[in-house]
């Protein structure tokens, strides 16, 4: 079955730390490049972070230097270690086998100011 869940959100206040988890099936996951995304309200989903099999990396502006994404290949499982963040960071983020349309069901971030 094809899966990827998704886990790790909550309220945090500005300057806190959060770190996402997705668990993914083992056909979605192996060989692919893994991506989160998110989605703030009346804003369109954006990424936030992808990362390829072998581990190569790039993120949105608005992240860089303060999120980082990160796999476990043996675990099947793709990561989002979030920290300095921000009120603007909120949203649904989403995991994704990047340029497909397996995605997970969303965690909520909400970070107060």
């Known amino acids: 079955q094809v899966q990827l869940v998704e886990s790790g959100g909550g309220l945090v206040r500005a300057g806190g730390s959060l770190r996402l988890s997705c668990a993914a099936s083992?056909?979605?996951?192996?060989?692919?490049?893994m991506a989160w995304y998110r989605q703030a309200p009346g804003k369109q989903r954006e990424l936030v972070a992808r990362i390829t099999s072998g581990g190569y990396t790039n993120y949105a502006d608005s992240v860089k230097g303060r999120f980082a994404i990160s796999r476990d290949n043996a675990k099947n499982m793709v990561y989002l270690q979030m920290n300095s963040l921000k009120p603007e960071d909120t949203a649904v983020y989403y995991c994704?086998?990047?340029?497909?349309?397996?995605w997970g069901q969303g965690t909520q971030v909400t970070v107060s100011s």
């Open positions: 083992r056909s979605i996951f192996s060989g692919n490049t």
């Open positions: 994704r086998r990047d340029f497909t349309d397996y």
